[in-house]
Nanobody
Framework: QVRLVESGGGLVQTGDSLRLSCATSGYSFDKVVVAWFRQGPRKEQEFVALISPGGATDYADSVQGRFTISRDDAKNAVYLQMSSLQPEDTAVYSC?????????????????????WGQGTQVTASS
């Protein structure tokens, strides 16, 4: 069974940094696209960032320049380094995996394109 487990969330002040981790198992890690989504007060999944098996990355405009996604194949893990956190970044952050990399940007950023999801980790940035 494919499993994803997030960790690293917490309560921070505006301007602080956090690193989220996504540990994966149950599938060939080298073949999966891994994305981060977040769910805030509106209860809608918002695309944050993704990384392909080849290391290609994509970021939402709202986090470009502040967040960095990376992967460590030796540890079957994906990370999200978050800097300059703002109150609007407050949300439950979830990692998701899919077996296909879509050339179309909207499809890559669509949560329906990902088959496997973790349970999420809470990130709160207070003013």
């Amino acid at each position: 069974q494919v499993r994803l487990v997030e960790s690293g969330g917490g309560l921070v002040q505006t301007g602080d940094s956090l690193r989220l981790s996504c540990a994966t198992s149950g599938y060939s890690f080298d073949k999966v696209v891994v994305a981060w989504f977040r769910q805030g007060p509106r209860k809608e999944q918002e695309f944050v960032a993704l990384i392909s098996p080849g290391g290609a990355t994509d970021y939402a405009d709202s986090v470009q320049g502040r967040f960095t996604i990376s992967r460590d194949d030796a540890k079957n893990a994906v990370y999200l380094q978050m800097s300059s956190l703002q109150p609007e970044d407050t949300a439950v952050y979830s990692c998701a995996a899919g077996v296909r990399y879509y050339i179309d940007t909207s499809r890559r950023r669509n949560p329906l394109s990902y088959s496997y999801w973790g349970q999420g980790t809470q990130v709160t940035a207070s003013s």
